[in-house]
């Protein structure tokens, strides 16, 4: 590990930016060049078109006032300079385009969503990713969103109702470390609560969802917390073929699986886990306007830091647990460190015999690097034009594989 003092800070390349010492050091430890954060301008902004709508094209460049350059590798993905700001824009309003990064479109191609998975986003919001996954899956499968700040999940619903994809969708607000639900398949659900426990925990039916709802579905969207103090999910959000409507409050939140998820287990799922957006050159630039102290107490401080790992791997391994045998989990993250990408893997590699890294068969046409370890990838500023990703992908082999 690198010495971090301030002198040796300044035998670094520093940046244009005014970052502020203590960054410089986190950088330093980490082995991150600080001139990257100078790349801001020469990186385009990208966008994605919702699927059914590439006949808008020119009218989508005649608003933007510049050609859209098609991302060669990356389907849907449009590249754009980076000045333009698209909230105003009636194309956008209108739900026809959203913007996302490159890189992130890549780890959710990474994925290889299939018509009629059930696939879980366990930190969904602000809610890109979850609206490419919804846009994947199209009329099919479902798609449950996890986030444990309910004001960032309410606005991955706005953008879910903003952009017509919600409605295979279900949305909690929950700790993904420790959310259990499973993905409702009917037959098995409606055949759970039977006898006394339907009688006293379950009277309530789920209706079409309306965000004027009464206080007695507001109160029937949370589980009962079994143990006082506990923080259980709570439905935000479920769409009309997302499986709720008609069932009871204890079909929805039964836990009856929970020991079984080989066998009904999501069959894809995204942990885009919590980090420390080191690699978003856009998000670290917005401290100029916030703070830079704001950094420092948000991002950086040891104890936050410390934590974060921890919950990174949580994150992941609830994730994996959730998967059923042979299912897929991309794990990726905005930070260019290896203690929260790699790292992390190389952890949960250890204790999980049933989880393999797996080769991302499209990434061969991708404009990334590969990380530390074999088969992970890499996306940088330099390198890809993107902002930073680490992207792995995970499968999980079944018990009665030989390995
Ligand atoms: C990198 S962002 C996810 C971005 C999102 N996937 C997207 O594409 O818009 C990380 C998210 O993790 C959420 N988060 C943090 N701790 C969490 C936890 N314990 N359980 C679930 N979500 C968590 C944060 O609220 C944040 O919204």
């Given at each position: 590990m690198v010495d971090s003092t301030v002198e040796s800070i300044k035998q670094l390349p520093s940046s244009n930016l005014p970052l502020p010492t203590v960054f410089l050091e986190f950088l330093q430890k980490n082995c991150i060049d600080p001139s990257l954060y100078d790349l801001h301008d020469s990186i385009p902004r990208y966008i994605r078109i919702k699927r059914g709508n590439e006949s808008y094209l020119q009218k989508i460049e005649a608003e933007l006032k510049c050609n859209l350059q098609a991302v060669s590798w990356l389907p849907g993905f449009f590249a754009i300079p980076s000045y333009i700001h698209i909230a105003s824009l009636s194309i956008y309003r209108e739900g026809k385009i959203y913007g996302m990064d490159a890189a992130s479109g890549a780890a959710v191609l990474a994925l290889?969503?299939?018509?009629?998975?059930?696939?879980?986003?366990?930190?969904?919001?602000?809610?890109a990713k979850l609206c490419m996954l919804s846009d994947m899956l199209g009329d099919t499968g479902s798609l449950t969103g996890v986030d444990i700040s309910r004001q960032r999940l309410a606005a991955c619903r706005t953008m879910l109702q903003k952009y017509a994809l919600g409605d295979h969708c279900r949305l909690f607000v929950?700790?993904?470390?420790?959310?259990?639900?499973?993905?409702?398949?009917?037959?098995?659900?409606?055949?759970?609560?039977?006898?006394s426990e339907k009688s006293e925990y379950n009277q309530y039916v789920f209706k079409e969802w309306s965000s004027r709802r009464r206080w007695i579905e507001r109160k029937n969207a949370k589980k009962t917390s079994i143990i006082s103090g506990t923080s259980e999910p709570e439905l935000i959000f479920y769409g009309r073929y997302s499986g709720i409507i008609g069932l009871s409050k204890c079909e929805i939140f039964d836990k009856r699986f929970e020991h079984e998820n080989s066998d009904f287990g999501y069959d894809k799922v995204l942990v885009d886990a919590e980090c420390t957006h080191d690699g978003s050159i856009k998000h670290v630039q917005k401290f100029e306007h916030w703070g830079w102290e704001t950094l420092q107490?948000?991002?950086?401080?040891?104890?936050?830091?410390?934590?974060?790992m921890h919950l990174q791997l949580q994150l992941l391994t609830n994730g994996f647990k959730l998967l059923k045998d042979g299912g897929t989990l991309v794990y990726s993250t905005c930070s260019l460190t290896t203690a929260q990408n790699e790292?992390?893997?190389?952890?949960?590699?250890?204790?999980?015999k049933h989880a393999g890294l797996v080769e991302?068969?499209?990434?061969?046409?991708?404009?990334c690097k590969s990380g530390r370890?074999?088969?992970?990838?890499?996306?940088?500023?330099?390198t890809s034009k993107t902002s930073g990703l680490f992207v792995a992908k995970l499968v999980k082999r079944s018990k009665y594989e030989n390995k």
């Open positions: 290889n969503v299939l018509p009629g998975d059930h696939v879980l986003d366990l930190c969904a919001a602000p809610g929950a700790d993904g470390t420790s959310f259990s639900l499973l993905p409702l398949r009917k037959n098995l659900n409606a055949k759970l609560c039977s006898g107490r948000r991002l950086l401080d040891a104890q936050r830091m410390d934590n974060l790292s992390i893997l190389e952890q949960f590699l250890l204790k999980n991302i068969d499209l990434a061969k046409d991708w404009p370890i074999p088969k992970t990838l890499r996306f940088d500023p330099c």
